[in-house]
C-alpha cells in the first residue's frame, strides 16, 4: 500500500487483509509497538518519528524482513508503509526475488487539503489504539474511547509542524515509488476519496 500519510492505507489495509484472509503489518505499527515496548529500536524510532522524518533504511528494512521471514509460508501477505524510499523498494525485490517480487502495489491517491484536514483531527485510544475523528469518527465523549473509557491522544506526528514535514518528505523520498513500481507494470491507482466501503471496493476491484 503506497500513498501520503493522511490517504487512509491503514483501515484499506485491515480490511483487504481480512477479505483475502492474509496477514498485513504496517512499518509505522512496528516501530510504535517497539517504543510501546520501550525497546532500544523504539527509542531510536521515535527521535525520527515525533519530527515525521524516516527512520533509516537499514534499521527499517531489517524490521520489516524479520516480519516477512516470520510471515512466510502463508499464501501471501500485506504491507502497509513499506518501502517508503528507493532502497527499500530494492531491498524487498531482492528479498522476494526467488518468489517473482510483489505482486502489486496499490497507490491510494488522495488531494492534500484532504489529507491535511484527515490528520490534523486524528486521536487515538492510548490503550486500545482504537483511531477516532474530530469530525468524521467522533468518540461519544470528548477525548475519551468508547471501547475502553481511556484518554485519546493525538499523535506527536500529526501535529501541524510534523505534517508539514510528512509532506515534505513523502514528496522527495516515497512519491519516486509511484514511477517505479508503474515502470515494473506493478502500479494499480485508486481513488482515496470517499465512504471506507466505497475506497474498499475500489482496492478489491483493482486487486482481482
Ligand atoms: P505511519 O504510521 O505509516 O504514518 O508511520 C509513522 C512514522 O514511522 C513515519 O513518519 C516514519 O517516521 C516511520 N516509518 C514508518 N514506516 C517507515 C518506513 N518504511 N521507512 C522509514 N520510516 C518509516
Request: aromatic share 6%; net charge negative; charged share 25%.
Amino acid at each position: 500500500m503506497l500513498g501520503p500519510p493522511g490517504a487512509g492505507k491503514g483501515t484499506q489495509a485491515t480490511l483487504i487483509a481480512e477479505n483475502l484472509k492474509i496477514p498485513q503489518i504496517s512499518s509505522g505499527d512496528l516501530f510504535r509497538d517497539h517504543q510501546d515496548r520501550d525497546t532500544e529500536l523504539g527509542r531510536l524510532a521515535r527521535s525520527y518519528m515525533k519530527d515525521g522524518v524516516l527512520v533509516p533504511d537499514k534499521v527499517t528494512i531489517t524490521m520489516v524482513m524479520d516480519w516477512i521471514e516470520q510471515n512466510t509460508g502463508v499464501g501471501g501477505f500485506l504491507l502497509d508503509g513499506f518501502p517508503r524510499t528507493i532502497a527499500q523498494a530494492k531491498a524487498l525485490d531482492q528479498a522476494l526475488a526467488d518468489s517473482g517480487g510483489i505482486d502489486l502495489a496499490i497507490y491510494v491517491n488522495v488531494p492534500e487539503t484532504e489529507l491535511v484536514h484527515r490528520l490534523s483531527g486524528r486521536l487515538v485510544c492510548s490503550k486500545c489504539k482504537t483511531q477516532y475523528h474530530t469530525d468524521f469518527a467522533p468518540p461519544s465523549e470528548p477525548c475519551i474511547c468508547d471501547k475502553c473509557i481511556t484518554e485519546l491522544n493525538q499523535r506527536d506526528d500529526d501535529k501541524p509542524e510534523a505534517i508539514k514535514k510528512r509532506f515534505q518528505v513523502y514528496q522527495e523520498e516515497t512519491a519516486p515509488l509511484i514511477d517505479y513500481y508503474q515502470v515494473l507494470g506493478r502500479l494499480r491507482e485508486v481513488n482515496g476519496v470517499g465512504s471506507i466501503e466505497k475506497i474498499g471496493e475500489r482496492m478489491l476491484k483493482a486487486l482481482h
